[in-house]
């Protein structure tokens, strides 16, 4: 049986945060495979500070020398908002079963998800935990000790709390095209 971790998100910016659950992950022995997959644009939000193709090549560089990682183009590729359970049912073209990742801070308003109770049927939920946000037992749960959040990220650059690989272009790009002094 061919299993993956889907790891999606907006990624905007990248951080060390993102890089601790792929670490995480790849940890996991019954996981074949990571994809990580960065949105055009989150079906809850209006608007992105860095474009998706952007996001992505910066992705592609960090995750570059992982084992079991890939970074997919698939909804960038869309240039629209796509909803999980699109992307889902896609890899089970491909794969038997789907962990499908999301960080602690998504709990709150994963029932308001598009088809949420027919997205439960179609994978087993993996929690990244976050700050003190609780993880309901009926999830599975990796832990990761990373405090940093994009939104933070967006409003005050920090060096430290993103990949080093890509740094300097990320700390660039923030501070030519966010208003807030950084």
């Known amino acids: 049986m061919k299993t993956v971790a889907l790891y999606g998100g907006s990624f905007d910016p990248p951080h060390l945060g993102h890089e601790a659950v792929v670490k995480a992950l790849e940890k996991l022995d019954f996981i074949d495979e990571i994809i990580i997959m960065p949105t055009f644009l989150n079906p809850f939000k209006e608007n992105f500070t860095a474009p998706a193709e952007l996001r ?28 999980a359970i699109e992307t889902v049912q896609e890899l089970l073209n491909i ?28 994978v087993t939920f993996i929690v990244a935990t976050r700050n003190d946000v609780e993880v309901p ?21 920090d060096k430290t709390k993103v990949p080093q690989i890509c740094a300097d272009n990320i700390i660039k790009y923030y501070k030519e095209h966010n208003a807030k002094e950084n």
């Open 95 to 122: 794969y038997d079963k789907i962990y499908f990742v999301i960080g602690a801070d998504n709990l709150e308003s994963l029932k308001k998800w598009y088809k949420y109770e027919e997205l439960t049927k179609l």
């Open 56 to 83: 992505l090549h910066w992705l592609l560089e960090i995750f570059s020398d992982y084992k079991k990682a890939d970074v997919s183009s698939f909804e960038v590729e869309k240039k629209r908002k796509v909803p």
């Open 137 to 157: 037992l009926n999830f599975m749960k990796i832990a990761v000790d990373v405090n940093v959040t994009s939104s933070e990220l967006r409003k005050k650059m």
